[in-house]
């Protein structure tokens, strides 16, 4: 973020790491689990007894998501309470806390609460969770998130609740429209990213039957309908389904480059979005570097929370910050 001076970041993903090293590479970073004793020693050693003003926790995202068929087996939903460990550790005057909006939902209420209770007796006030939508803050993407932001006042939690700045939405065009167009398999020569898979011939000709900017697979004639999609047009109907040019691109996931995961088809072209048009439509600039395989490459842009959004709240932090230090 513009002025902000970044302490140390930490995530337990290799080629996450890989990534931010690559383009922070004067940032101390921490390869481990967050809720780990040894993790948080090595974090606390990295910030070498600076006082740290704002910490940023994003848990991981599939517990809470409404893809998720496995919650009540899933341990990491518990990953958001046990973080809460570096809190104590570093003692930050801010949390922001960001996370997919079933976090909000009252089946995850008795985590919120375990949250709150521990933030309490840490001497923090909690705001209620907010869902917020990042094409509302210059991401040209509908993400909706749900976010949380405490701190050691309640007077910088309202300062932060109050100085919500939306700015207008930004479309596909305006992200991608001026990429080179690309058949399927073709790769720009100039940009590693810009890169199209390779279709089978009938996912190509049901893409040529499906209307450009914003159409869907409910247009295919029964010839060309998927077998497991015959008779149900309105189930999985973003499947085979094209972006449109003249809105936000809908949510992209870690498969935002196959079209039989969602709405990944290009709004006019007969493939699915690549990976550099995925990282501009999560506000990602070109001259940043990711690092590690197609697969790996889709899982950091799908994952990630867009840049953009996260700079749009940096008044709002600052806010915060004012407020808490005339508490």
């Known amino acids: 973020m513009a002025r902000w001076r970044v302490l140390a970041a930490c995530d337990n993903d ?186 089978q011939p009938i996912a190509i000709e049901r893409l040529m039957n499906i209307p450009c900017d914003g159409g869907s697979r409910s247009s295919l004639p029964l010839r060309l309908e998927l077998k497991c999609h015959v008779g149900r047009k309105s189930s999985f109907s973003d499947v085979y389904g094209r972006m449109a040019w003249s809105g936000p691109a809908p949510t992209l996931t870690t498969g935002c480059t196959d079209i039989t995961r969602g709405r990944f088809a290009h709004p006019t072209q007969h493939r699915a979005i690549t990976l550099r048009e995925a990282a501009r439509l999560q506000s990602f600039p070109d001259k940043y570097i990711f690092t590690g395989n197609v697969s790996e490459i889709a899982t950091q842009i799908g994952n990630a929370v867009p840049p953009e959004m996260v700079r749009a709240f940096s008044p709002a932090f600052r806010a915060a910050l004012k407020a808490a230090a005339s508490a």
């Open 14 to 199: 290799p080629a996450v790491a890989n990534t931010y090293r690559a383009n922070h590479p004067k940032t101390k970073f921490v390869s481990g689990d967050i809720s780990d004793d040894a993790t948080i020693d090595d974090l606390a050693m990295k910030v070498g007894g600076e006082h740290v003003d704002l910490m940023i926790i994003c848990a991981p995202c599939q517990p809470f998501s409404s893809q998720n068929r496995v919650r009540a087996e899933d341990r990491r939903k518990q990953l958001i309470v046990r973080a809460l460990a570096a809190v104590e550790r570093l003692e930050p005057t801010a949390i922001f806390f960001e996370n997919v909006p079933g976090l909000a939902s009252a089946a995850y209420r008795s985590i919120l609460d375990a949250v709150k209770a521990r933030l309490s007796q840490l001497g923090y006030a909690l705001s209620e969770p907010m869902v917020r939508d990042a094409a509302d803050y210059g991401v040209p993407q509908r993400r909706r998130r749900c976010i949380m932001f405490a701190a050691k006042s309640q007077a910088a939690v309202n300062a932060f609740v109050s100085r919500d700045v939306r700015v207008p939405p930004r479309t596909v065009k305006h992200a991608i429209g001026n990429l080179p167009p690309l058949l399927s398999g073709e790769a720009d020569a100039c940009d590693i990213l810009h890169r199209a898979r390779v279709h």
